[in-house]
């Protein structure tokens, strides 16, 4: 069985579908460390301007993950999907690198970088279902190590896209962004190469008794709690996405270098917890899991927004590391199983899960009024443990469940 699973990781597909993942890790560690620099200091957009653009562009993105999502358990090959949402995703960073607006900036955000952000959870949900396909007793963990690599992208290139904006400006980073998007595009086209690649209803290895019927979308009670507690973990995660960048470079007078830097170090330190959550994933459920991370998130939170000096912030990046490196990994398993039957609908989760976290943080940080922005880590902490509770009483009814 290893020399097996050996030889799959080398085989072309999972080549492909690693560097795939490495470039859409890319373009999202060069602009979203940058965005909120790019639009309340570059663009002089308001707080509740800015709020407003990301709240439109996460309902775009779930709009269109779900729209994608339910699709995919039709279509007969799901990479029309990804190369649909990789080309519009360039599409929209070329916008606004190319006019410098706030016109350009909210229109990208708006209308087309939502289908960049549906190319994570596509890129996913395809790697799922070949994963399934080829090698069920090791999908999951597959996945896990899919995950590091889109993290590892995270650990190169926030510094390169922090000496770009330093070196040019700061809208460099949505060019550079447009770059991984068209090599991911030209990459997962080698795909049609190889015959195994075709994941869909058509494909030969899916049995004809479910090749036409789908089964019920449906989600049981435990899900529906445990998705809450995901979505108010993802909120603290995004409150701090946004705020940590302002509170490096005006509360404490940091550099673009420096935020570039901090992301840098968070990722390095995520990669091999992700592994070692993967394969407590194995032993242990996943709820139990996403509790010990939220609670870990909250802490973090509640010692940043103490933080006296960006090097205290650097430090922190490590107790950041170990709770996000559950948040961002083993979320995606635990909504893939959420909807039996339909990979493709219940993968589209996490963009819903992301959409509503990012609304819920765009509508605390809307109604922010002071001049520092530690306080909102604060409000970040308490929900965090928000969704600490709730994933707690997601596991205890789940047993019952099984019980």
Not at 229 to 246: F, M, R
Not at 315 to 340: C, H, M, P
Request: glycine letters at 8%; proline letters at 3%.
């Amino acid at each position: 069985m290893q020399s097996k699973l050996a030889g799959f990781w080398i085989s072309p597909v999972m080549g492909i579908l690693s560097l795939n993942i490495f470039f859409a890790g890319a373009g999202n560690a060069a602009t979203f460390p940058f965005r909120a620099i790019i639009g309340v200091e570059a663009l002089e957009l308001s707080n509740m301007t800015y709020a407003a653009v990301m709240a439109i562009n996460a309902f775009a993105g779930a709009a269109a993950g779900v729209a994608l999502g339910w699709l995919s358990d039709k279509i007969n090959d799901r990479r029309w999907l990804v190369i649909l949402c990789a080309l519009v995703g360039a599409v929209g960073f070329w916008l606004v690198w190319a006019w410098q607006s706030p016109f350009a900036f909210i229109t990208a955000h708006c209308l087309l970088l939502p289908f960049s952000n549906a190319l994570f959870s596509q890129t996913f949900a395809y790697s799922r279902a070949y994963l399934d396909q080829e090698v069920p007793d090791r999908a999951e963990l597959i996945l896990s190590f899919l995950r590091t690599i889109f993290t590892i992208a995270w650990v190169v290139f926030p510094p390169v896209a922090g000496w770009l904006a330093a070196q040019n400006s700061s809208f460099s980073v949505f060019a550079f962004a447009a770059g991984t998007h068209i090599a991911f595009t030209l990459l997962f086209g080698l795909l049609w190469t190889q015959p195994s690649a075709r994941i869909g209803q058509a494909s030969k290895k899916v049995e004809a008794s479910t090749s036409t019927t789908l089964p019920k979308a449906y989600i049981s009670n435990p899900y529906k709690i445990g998705i809450l507690g995901i979505i108010l973990g993802s909120v603290a995660l995004q409150l701090n996405i946004t705020a940590l960048p302002l509170v490096i470079m005006q509360d404490l007078g940091g550099t673009l270098e420096q935020v570039g830097i901090n992301a840098s170090v968070a990722a390095a330190v995520e990669v091999p917890c992700m592994v070692a959550w993967g394969y407590l994933a194995l032993r242990m459920s996943k709820e139990t899991i996403l509790a010990t991370s939220s609670a870990i998130f909250a802490l973090y939170l509640g010692l940043m927004s103490i933080a006296e000096t960006v090097l205290q912030v650097l430090f922190l990046q490590g107790l950041a590391a170990l709770a996000v490196a559950a948040l961002l990994s083993i979320n995606i398993s635990y909504l893939q199983e959420a909807i039996k039957g339909r990979l493709g609908l219940s993968t589209s989760l996490v963009d819903v899960s992301r959409v509503l976290s990012t609304l819920g943080a765009s509508i605390v940080f809307a109604l922010h009024q002071g001049e520092y922005y530690a306080s909102l880590l604060e409000i970040a902490a308490i929900i965090a443990l928000g969704g600490t509770g709730l994933m707690l009483v997601a596991r205890r009814l789940a047993g019952k469940d099984n019980g």
